[in-house]
């Protein structure tokens, strides 16, 4: 029992992980994508329809990255050539994206698809309470993780991290020293978009394997929310990413349990955990204020 | 090769007329494309589309509904956007709207009065308000995110209004169908005929409403604050308006057309509540603003533009058997590039070659 729920919780908490590191990295350039829903609504039919028409699930994580990058580019060049309104264009990129995914999905509604298979490592797999969850997830579990490893690193240990972190910080003084902040940010943009891909590509290739139009159902929207509540610290994210696995598990599972809670009121709990964490979290004012990137959603013009 | 911005010494004036007919157009062009890439004649497509809807008076009627919603709630979001503060949460602000003035005719349905169809709508207004207030208080108290808590409340609004319709607001004659009792007619906005036309009584609403904006924004001193406190709280601050005010004020003024805009569309298109009540009109209508450049008469304009991609998304449906997701689409796309060529207003768009390299000389 505790094994299936832990189980279910991963399998929760990998997609809005995925979404979210991708987001961080994004907003630590200084730029606020709020099309992040789109962009996993994207990947989520992008690696659907690629796994069906390729045969296997891989083709679908690679294209449901591809897609998510796709349609970010759309977003990065509205935002950071035209210097638009980012919250608008994120907006527009959330609508964009979610029409369509549901155009292109519309041949794919309850086709059977390809579930992206768990590993298994012998020996380490059989290990009793641990192996299943340890060593028997699917790829991308790893990859989530691999994820958030190489953007703490990236960010706080590589020179290009800190390039990134100081157009973030201030767009202004980055460029003046010689950085190129358009181009710093289309990349971070593009890095964005791709996770959100592989967020997106995750539900429809391993939490359920099908694609229905509302499936990505506000997750993009949490992952955006999960960024706030890490303080944009990477390790953090895993926190949060696990704490709203569990609660979105918590209601499927106490469903049956009957305990009289209408199960819309149970569905409501992941939406409304997020205000409350982000009330919680914006409470807090020293910590939000010191990690914040001072120039996010700000646009930059280069001047010369 | 590549854009280059050059900033404007002022506002072109030109560019604010041309920027959104110039957006318009090219979401036609493009929509032409997707057709073309879903195996359809562009040209059929975009005459199904774009232009057939306006071609009988029942479809322009059918235009007026839908644009009548749309055109209420961006008025609304209109005030916040211009005060700076992002409140996407209009499509729950129209849910709880639906369901609070829907409280009249569903659970005292023997009230049957000329009273009733303005308290549904002053219960719609309060309903959306109060929701709005939410985010709106968060923000001021907490310095809680508009954006996130706004549009998480819509997932709330829409599983409480599942709940509702399965649960206690049920039709117990209704053969165990989501629904609620329809309305009484006493409920339902009349229809007055317009030469060949009828129309409903909440289009002439959403008129009234675009003339009180309009006046409001314009000519009286909130309008001044509204617009002053969105392009520099600081300066706002030195005039002794108050921000956290403000936000508390745009909010809950567009919660309220929200919520209005929410009971109109159940009281004149549904007749009764059920667990799906708008086509994302609360988004759209996010496009609508936009595409109006914030502004009440622009609004209008934009919204019966707008509504038009509901019907082409239908007549397409029917006439080129295609998806009338395409209509999701083609609104995305234009509200990109409204954004994209709002630039031109502030800007000058340069395409710039490589620096040539200097030549050798001898």
Not at chain 1, 183 to 211: H, I, Q
Not at chain 2, 17 to 22: A, D, E, G, Q
Not at chain 2, 128 to 148: D, M, S, W
Not at chain 2, 256 to 273: D, P
Request: glycine share 10%; with cysteine; proline share 6%.
């Amino acid at each position: 029992m505790l094994e299936a729920i832990i189980l279910t919780v991963i399998t929760a908490a990998t997609p809005l992980l995925l979404a979210a590191i991708g987001e961080l990295v994004v907003e630590r350039s200084g730029v606020l994508n709020l099309g992040v829903e789109g962009m996993m609504a994207m990947g989520a039919v992008s690696g659907f329809a690629a796994s069906l028409t390729f045969g296997t699930p891989f083709a679908g994580i690679v294209a449901g990255a591809l897609a998510g990058m796709a349609v970010s580019l759309v977003f990065a060049f509205v935002t950071q050539t035209l210097v638009a309104n980012q919250v608008a264009s994120g907006l527009a990129l959330t609508l964009f994206g979610l029409g369509l995914a549901g155009l292109l999905g519309e041949g794919f509604v309850g086709t059977p698809g390809l579930k992206l298979p768990a590993l298994f490592i012998p020996g380490l797999t059989d290990l009793p309470v641990v192996g299943r969850i340890l060593f028997g997830q699917d790829i991308l579990v790893y990859v989530s993780f691999a994820l958030v490893l190489g953007v703490s690193w990236f960010l706080f240990r590589t020179r290009a991290g800190l390039v990134l972190r100081a157009v973030g910080d201030n767009h202004g003084s980055a460029h003046a020293l010689g950085y190129s902040v358009v181009r710093v940010r289309y990349l971070a943009v593009l890095f964005g978009g791709a996770c959100a891909g592989l967020g997106g590509a995750y539900l429809s290739l391993a939490y359920t394997p099908l694609w229905v139009e509302t499936m990505t159902a506000g997750r993009g929207w949490i992952a955006l929310a999960l960024v706030v509540f890490s303080s944009w610290l990477p390790s953090r994210l895993v926190v949060g990413a696990y704490l709203f696995g569990a609660v979105t598990i918590l209601q499927l599972h106490a469903q049956p349990l009957g305990l009289g809670v209408p199960a819309q009121f149970m569905s409501m709990l992941p939406y409304l955990a997020t205000v409350i964490v982000l009330v919680l979290i914006s409470g807090n004012r020293r910590t939000t204020r010191f990690n914040t990137p001072a120039c996010l959603g700000t646009p930059f013009v280069p001047d010369r | 090769m590549r854009l280059e911005l050059v900033k404007r010494p002022e506002v072109s004036r030109v560019m604010m007329v041309v920027s959104p007919v110039l957006a318009v157009g090219l979401t036609v062009l493009f929509a032409a494309v997707v057709f073309a890439l879903q195996g359809k004649d562009p040209a059929a497509g975009v005459y199904h589309f774009f232009v057939e809807p306006l071609l009988s008076p029942w479809s322009i009627e059918q235009l007026i509904v839908k644009a009548t919603p749309l055109v209420i709630i961006a008025l609304g979001l209109s005030v916040c956007y211009l005060s700076n503060n992002w409140n996407i949460g209009a499509e729950g602000q129209l849910t709880v709207g639906a369901i609070t003035g829907s409280i009249l005719p569903v659970l005292l349905p023997e009230f049957v009065s000329p009273a009733t169809l303005p308290l549904m709508i002053l219960l719609g207004a309060l309903g959306g308000a109060l929701y709005a207030a939410v985010p709106a208080l968060l923000k001021t108290r907490f310095g809680t995110n508009e954006i996130l808590t706004s549009l998480m409340l819509v997932y709330v609004s829409g599983l409480f209004l599942d709940w509702l319709v399965r649960g206690p607001w049920r039709d117990p004659q209704g053969y165990n169908f989501p629904i609620t009792i329809d309305f009484n007619e006493a409920a339902v906005p009349a229809t007055f005929p317009i030469g060949p036309l009828y129309l409903n009584l909440s289009a002439f609403l959403a008129l009234i409403l675009v003339v009180v904006l309009a006046v409001t924004l314009g000519r009286t001193l909130k309008g001044f604050e509204i617009r002053v406190l969105g392009q520099s709280p600081r300066a706002g601050a030195f005039a002794g308006f108050s921000a956290e005010r403000m936000t508390l004020f745009a909010f809950m003024v567009s919660g309220a057309l929200a919520g209005v805009a929410g009971i109109l569309t159940v009281a004149s298109e549904i007749g009764k509540l059920q667990p799906a009540i708008s086509p994302g009109y609360g988004f759209t209508a996010i496009i609508v603003a936009f595409l109006g450049r914030l502004n009440p008469i622009g609004i209008l304009i934009a919204g019966l533009v707008i509504a038009l991609s509901y019907l082409g998304g239908e007549a397409i449906q029917t006439t080129l058997q295609m998806s009338s997701k395409v209509a999701t689409v083609v609104q995305g796309m234009l509200l990109f590039f409204v954004l994209a060529c709002d630039t031109l207003i502030l800007y000058r768009v340069r395409l710039v070659g490589r620096a040539p390299k200097e030549p050798a000389r001898a």
